[in-house]
């Protein structure tokens, strides 16, 4: 069972050939809602994938909390120690995209509410995990809770850290696995990326977008090259990279394998608009990979 804990949001979506400066106001090309949440993504990730997921997290029992629900229900994903909360709305984010770009702002809402006493109820769930994987739109003493609880329980841990300002120092030590894009490998260590590689070989991951990924295996840097893709939609490619990571390390895979994997997963998952909807299925991964053989 790979255990993701985290955020479940509604994404609203706007398009626009324009980003708008300060004080500025622009048209724009489209309007869509998606679930999401980067939480809520991961799952989804390792869940179309074919793998067991179970999904911890909190929302609001508004419209968006029951949309967000049945679509984690759809996905086969377990939702039965989600926590539901009448007086909270549910988390929204709301993203610009232009140019196959994004920038998102995140309102948490019920996100917040996920504390540790949440997490010690839900304690005798997780530690039948055979991986959890967490990110931060929850709150940091929560993940630091999470985190200390797999570890006296050796249970390996994906930590995505972001959004990268709610990190904190005393998760490197105790994450299995970290996983930052470049800027936020920079934020977190404020050093030359290869140092910081250097320091965490086989726990620190850094994405490269479309360039792919890289690790260092404690001899040497390993780059794992990403894979052609005409993108529509980067919004949930680092959550596809997670989720799809978690899942080929729970089926045995090594690292530099699961890497692969997970790039290539990440690649289909661009070329649709929305952070799930283009989150692909093992077949469409396998097939995929074959490319680069």
Avoid: W
Avoid at 27 to 44: C, D, E, Y
Avoid at 87 to 107: F, L, Q
Avoid at 274 to 284: C, K, R, V
């Amino acid at each position: 069972m790979i255990t993701v804990i985290g955020s479940i949001n509604m994404d609203l979506v706007v398009g626009t050939n324009h980003v708008p400066d300060k004080g500025e106001t622009t048209l724009g090309t489209s309007f869509s809602t998606f679930t999401g949440g980067k939480g809520a993504n991961q799952a989804v990730a390792a869940a179309r994938l074919g793998g067991e997921v179970q999904m911890i997290g909190a929302c609001g029992t508004d419209e968006y909390g029951k949309i967000a629900l049945a679509s984690l229900k759809q996905e086969n994903i377990k939702t039965d120690h989600l926590f539901l909360f009448p007086d909270e709305t549910t988390g929204i984010a709301s993203i610009i995209v232009s140019d196959a770009d994004n920038r998102i702002i995140v309102v948490p809402g019920a996100n917040n509410r996920l504390t540790p006493k949440e997490i010690d109820e839900m304690k005798d769930e997780i530690i039948k995990s055979k991986m959890v994987v967490l990110q931060l739109e929850i709150p940091s003493e929560t993940v630091h809770s999470i985190l200390k609880l797999c570890n006296e329980h050796h249970i390996p841990v994906v930590l995505n850290p972001a959004p990268v300002n709610h990190f904190k120092q005393k998760f490197i030590d105790i994450a299995t696995y970290l996983t930052p894009n470049e800027s936020e490998c920079k934020s977190i260590f404020g050093e030359d990326i290869e140092k910081s590689l250097e320091r965490y070989p086989n726990k620190l991951i850094v994405t490269l977008g479309e360039k792919g990924a890289r690790f260092y295996n404690g001899e040497e840097h390993v780059f794992i090259n990403g894979f052609k893709t005409k993108a529509v939609d980067t919004t949930g490619a680092g959550d596809t990279f997670n989720g799809s990571l978690a899942y080929s390390l729970t089926e045995g895979k090594n690292l530099e394998e699961a890497v692969k994997f997970a790039n290539a997963s990440a690649s289909l998952a661009v070329e649709k608009k929305g952070a799930q909807t283009g989150m692909p299925s093992l077949e469409q991964v396998l097939s995929r990979l074959q490319t680069k053989k």
